[in-house]
C-alpha cells in the first residue's frame, strides 16, 4: 500500500479512529490493532513476504533476551549477537544481493579469460523495505549487546516495533532506544501532536506528487536518452533528478513522521534540508538522517570512528561509505556513487571542518545566505548532483557514458520534452520550492511556519492546488527507495 | 477529539471552496455540453451550446467549441442543397473536434483549400462507432441523400463491436440528475478530466464486481484476437446490411497499418472505397497528434484535410 494511494486514505482514518477511539483505552490491543494493521499494509505487497518480516522478528526477540540472560558471559553474548547478525545479513544477502554476487563472480571469471554459462541466477523478487527492517531488528541487538537497552518481553510490543507500518518500508530507521518505549508505553490523545502530524503529511505529499512525481517525466526521459541529449539537457537531467530524489525520499519520510504522530509517536527526523549544506559532511548530517546514524554507531564508531590514527580513520570512512552505497543496491553504480562520496568527504575530514556546521544552518543569523555561504551551498550541491549520475543510472556503462558526453561535448540546446512539458512551469516551482524551504529551514518538522491563521490557510489550499496540477495519472507513483 | 472533527471539517470545506474557485478562476475545468437522443433516436449535443474545452491538466489545450443547431461542433449549419457540393466526414472525436479551434477543423481546411467551392459537414462525436455512425447516415438520410460525399472515420478494432444500432445508456447515464448535479463543480469535472477520480471510479466498480462474484477480464489470445476480428467483420457486414451503404459516394477513412488483412481484403474484393491516413501521418516530418492528447494536432488535421481533398478532385469535386 502506497502513502500516496486511494487504499490509504481509507485505511488511515479507519486505524485512527479505532485505534484512539475503539481500543483507546487498553495498550495491549492498540499495539494489537497496528500490528495486525501494518502486516495488512505490507502484504497487500505481497503476503508471502510477511514471514521474512515475522522471522526476523522472531529471531531478533529471541537473540535480545539470550543476550541479556547470558549477561557476564560475553563470548556466548557475541555468539547470539552473530546469529542476529548472520540471520539478517542472510535474509538480505539472499534477496538483494545473491543475483549481484553470481554475475559479478562471472564476470570476474570473464575478465580472467574464462567463459562460464550461468545457472545459478535466480528470478529473486527484492521484497519491499527489507533493508530497512532488517537494520532495525539488527540494531536492536546489538543495543541489548552494547547494553544501551534492555530487551523486551513482551513479543506482541516488539512485533510493533519491527512492523511500525509508517516507518516498515522505507524508513526512518528507528532505533529500539527511541521508538521501542514508545511503543511499551501508554500513548495519550493529543491534538497538537495529531495536527502538527496532518501538516506534516501534507507537506510530504506535496514533495511527493508535485516535485518528485512532476519531475519525474523528464529525468525518466533525460536518462533513458542521454546519448541524444546535449550536455545542457544533461545538466538539466540530472539536476532535476537531485530534486526529484530529495522530494520523493524526503516526501516519503515526512508522510512516515507525520502518520506515526497520529498514533503518538514520535518518529526520528530523516531530513534536515540537505540541499543547504555547506559541505558533504553537513550534507551527510542532514540526508537519511537515519541511515547515517546507523552506520556511524554500528559500523564506523565499532570500526574505531575518528579516534585511531588518520589513515585509519580515513579507512573507516570508506568502509561506510562503501557499505552505505551497497545497502542502496547490488549494482556497481551505487557502490561507486558511495565512494565518489568518500573522496568527497575525505578533504573536509582531513581539514577538520566535519563537524563544523553541526548545529547551525546556512544563514544563521541573517536573512539570506553570505557570498561565501552561497558559494558552498552551490558547489556542495553540484558534489552531491554530480554523484547522483552514478545513483540514476542503470548501469556503470551508462554512467560513464553520461559523464563523457558533459565533458566531451558540451554545447548547449533548449529541452523540449516529447510530451511537451513546459519547462518554464518546473523553473518557477522548483525556485519557489528551494526559496520557501530556505525560509523554514530551522525547522524540518514545522513546515508551515505562519502565525497568521490566513496565511496559513492559504498555503494548506496552495500546497493542495499545487498536486492537482501536477497529478499525473499515467505516471507510476510508487516511492524511489522503496527499491533499496 | 471534537475539536479536532470540528477544524478539519470546517478546513475540509474551506480548502474545496478555494479549489473550487482556483479552478473556475484559472479555467481548469473542461465545459460539458449537455447531450440528448433526438426524435430519429440519434445520439448527438444538445443543440446550440457554447463553451471551452480544456485538455491536459495545467490547461495546456484551450478551446471553444460551438454546437450548432444539428448538434455538431461546428461553425456553420448543415443544410445540404441539391445543386452545391457537400461533403460529410462522420466520426468520432477525432472529428468532432472539441481539441481544436472549430474554425480550422478538417472540414474548415478542406473547404479553404477547394476556394471555399464545397460545404463540409463535420458529424462528429466522441464514442461514435460504427453502428452510429450507420444509423446516423441512415437516420438523416433525407440529408445524407443531398449530399455528394461521405467520409466514415473508423478504426476497426475499436468500432465495430456492435453489429446493430441501439442507444448506449451508460453515455447518457452521464445525463443523470447526479451528473448534472455534479458537472456544476468545476473542480470535480477537473479531478475526472486529470484522472484523479479513476482509483475511486476503479475501487467502486472493483468492490462491486466482488459483491457479484465476477472475475476481472482476461487478456485476449491470439485465436481469440483472430475469431475477434471475425466477429467485428461480420458486424460490418450486418450494419451494411441494416442501414445500407452508397459505395459510390461513401469513402472509409482509416489507418491500414492498424486494420487487419481480412477486412482490407473483404473491402478490396467487395468493393467498398478507402483512404489510408495512417501512411501519411506516420511518414509525417513533424508531430501530428497533440501534446498531452492522441488527437490530430493542426498539421495532422492539414494533412487529413490534404487526403480528403485530394480524393474529391479525384471524383471531380468543384476546384
Known amino acids: 500500500m502506497l502513502f500516496n494511494s486511494l487504499e490509504y486514505f481509507i485505511f488511515l482514518p479507519i486505524m485512527f479512529l479505532m485505534y484512539w477511539f475503539v481500543l483507546g483505552k487498553g495498550l495491549r490491543l492498540q499495539n494489537a490493532l497496528v500490528l495486525v494493521g501494518s502486516y495488512f499494509f505490507y502484504g497487500l505487497w505481497d503476503w508471502r513476504f510477511l514471514f521474512l518480516i515475522i522471522a526476523s522478528t522472531i529471531v531478533d526477540y529471541l537473540v535480545g533476551i539470550m543476550i541479556y540472560k547470558n549477561e557476564g558471559d560475553r563470548s556466548k553474548q557475541r555468539l547470539w549477537l552473530w546469529v542476529s547478525v548472520i540471520f539478517n545479513i542472510s535474509l538480505l544477502g539472499f534477496f538483494k544481493y545473491y543475483n549481484f554476487f553470481v554475475d559479478s563472480f562471472i564476470d570476474l571469471f570473464e575478465l580472467l579469460g574464462y567463459s562460464i554459462k550461468s545457472t545459478w541466477t535466480l528470478k529473486i523478487i527484492l521484497p519491499v523495505g527489507i533493508s530497512f527492517y532488517t537494520f532495525q531488528t539488527m540494531s536492536y541487538s546489538m543495543d541489548i549487546y552494547y547494553k544501551r537497552i534492555r530487551p523486551c518481553h513482551d513479543f506482541l510490543s516488539f512485533a510493533t516495533f519491527v512492523a511500525f507500518f509508517p516507518q516498515l518500508v522505507a524508513g526512518p530507521i528507528e532505533r529500539a532506544s527511541n521508538l521501542l518505549h514508545q511503543i511499551t508505553n501508554k500513548r495519550t490523545f493529543n491534538y497538537d501532536q495529531i495536527v502538527s502530524g496532518l501538516k506534516l503529511i501534507l507537506w510530504g505529499l506535496f514533495k511527493k506528487l508535485v516535485i518528485a512525481d512532476g519531475i519525474a517525466p523528464i529525468v525518466d526521459d533525460v536518462f533513458l536518452n542521454h546519448e541524444t541529449y546535449p550536455a545542457s539537457t544533461l545538466i538539466l537531467g540530472v539536476t532535476l533528478f537531485s530534486f526529484q530524489v530529495y522530494g520523493d525520499f524526503s516526501g516519503y519520510s515526512d508522510i512516515a513522521i507525520g502518520t506515526a504522530k497520529l498514533f503518538g509517536v514520535e518518529l526520528m527526523s530523516n531530513f534536515k534540508f540537505p540541499n543547504f549544506s555547506r559541505n558533504v559532511a553537513e550534507y551527510w548530517q542532514r540526508w537519511h538522517i537515519s541511515l547515517s546514524t546507523w552506520f556511524r554507531h554500528y559500523v564506523y564508531i565499532p570500526l574505531g570512528g575518528s579516534r585511531v590514527s588518520r589513515s585509519k580513520a580515513v579507512r573507516n570512512i570508506c568502509i561506510i561509505f562503501l557499505v552505505s552505497g551497497f545497502w542502496h543496491g547490488a549494482n556497481w553504480t551505487f557502490i561507486f556513487w558511495g565512494g565518489f562520496h568518500a573522496l568527497a568527504y575525505i578533504p573536509v575530514f582531513l581539514m577538520g571542518r566535519n563537524t563544523m556546521y553541526k548545529n547551525n544552518v546556512v544563514g544563521e543569523n541573517s536573512l539570506f545566505p553570505s557570498l561565501v555561504e552561497l558559494g558552498q551551498l552551490v558547489l556542495t550541491f553540484g558534489i552531491v548532483t554530480f554523484s547522483r549520475i552514478f545513483f540514476r543510472s542503470e548501469s556503470l556503462t551508462d554512467s560513464f557514458n553520461f559523464i563523457g558526453r558533459i565533458f566531451s561535448d558540451f554545447s548547449y540546446a533548449p529541452y523540449e520534452h516529447p510530451n511537451g512539458y513546459r519547462m518554464l512551469d518546473y523553473f518557477i516551482l522548483l525556485a519557489v520550492f528551494v526559496l520557501y524551504e530556505y525560509r523554514i529551514r530551522r525547522d524540518e518538522r514545522n513546515p508551515f511556519q505562519f502565525k497568521s491563521k490566513a496565511v496559513r490557510f492559504l498555503a494548506y489550499t496552495l500546497v493542495i492546488f499545487a498536486m492537482l496540477l501536477f497529478y499525473d495519472s499515467g505516471f507510476d507513483r510508487s516511492f524511489i527507495y522503496f527499491q533499496f | ?319
Open chain 2, 1 to 319: 477529539m471534537k475539536k479536532l472533527v470540528i477544524k478539519l471539517g470546517v478546513y475540509a470545506f474551506l480548502i474545496l471552496i478555494s479549489l473550487e474557485v482556483l479552478v473556475r478562476m484559472f479555467y481548469l475545468g473542461e465545459d460539458k455540453p449537455s447531450r440528448f437522443v433526438d426524435e430519429s433516436q440519434v445520439e448527438k449535443w444538445r443543440p446550440n451550446q457554447e463553451g471551452y474545452s480544456v485538455t491536459g491538466n495545467r490547461n495546456q489545450n484551450f478551446v471553444r467549441y460551438n454546437i450548432n443547431d444539428s448538434g455538431f461542433n461546428s461553425y456553420q449549419e448543415f443544410e445540404p442543397t441539391k445543386d452545391g457540393y457537400e461533403v460529410a466526414l462522420v466520426g468520432d472525436s477525432f472529428i468532432e473536434g472539441f481539441h481544436q479551434p472549430y474554425k480550422s477543423s478538417i472540414g474548415r481546411k478542406m473547404e479553404l483549400k477547394l476556394g471555399e467551392k464545397i460545404k463540409v459537414f463535420e458529424y462528429g462525436y466522441a464514442g461514435y462507432d460504427m453502428a452510429d455512425q450507420m444509423h446516423l447516415i441512415y437516420a438523416y438520410r433525407e440529408d445524407f441523400e443531398l449530399i455528394d460525399r461521405i467520409y466514415i472515420k473508423m478504426k476497426f478494432s475499436n468500432d465495430l463491436n456492435r453489429g446493430e444500432y441501439y442507444v448506449q445508456n451508460e453515455r447518457l447515464n452521464l445525463e443523470s440528475p447526479l451528473n448534472k448535479i455534479l458537472k456544476k463543480s468545476k473542480l470535480l469535472v477537473y479531478l475526472s478530466e486529470i484522472g484523479a477520480l479513476t482509483p475511486v471510479r476503479n475501487m467502486i466498480n472493483d468492490t462491486r464486481m466482488l459483491v457479484q462474484g465476477g472475475n476481472t477480464p482476461k487478456p485476449v489470445t491470439r485465436d481469440k484476437a483472430v475469431s475477434k476480428d471475425q466477429v467485428f467483420l461480420e458486424n460490418f457486414k450486418n450494419l451494411v446490411a441494416l442501414y445500407g451503404y452508397d459505395k459510390n459516394r461513401t469513402v472509409l477513412l482509416m489507418d491500414v497499418s492498424t486494420t487487419p488483412k481480412l477486412f482490407i481484403d473483404y473491402l478490396d474484393t467487395n468493393g467498398f472505397e478507402y483512404i489510408d491516413f495512417g501512411q501519411k501521418l506516420n511518414n509525417a516530418d513533424r508531430n501530428t497528434t497533440l501534446v498531452y492528447d492522441r488527437h490530430w494536432n493542426n498539421y495532422g488535421r492539414t494533412l487529413i484535410a490534404e487526403l480528403l481533398v485530394h480524393d474529391l478532385k479525384l471524383v471531380g469535386a468543384p476546384d
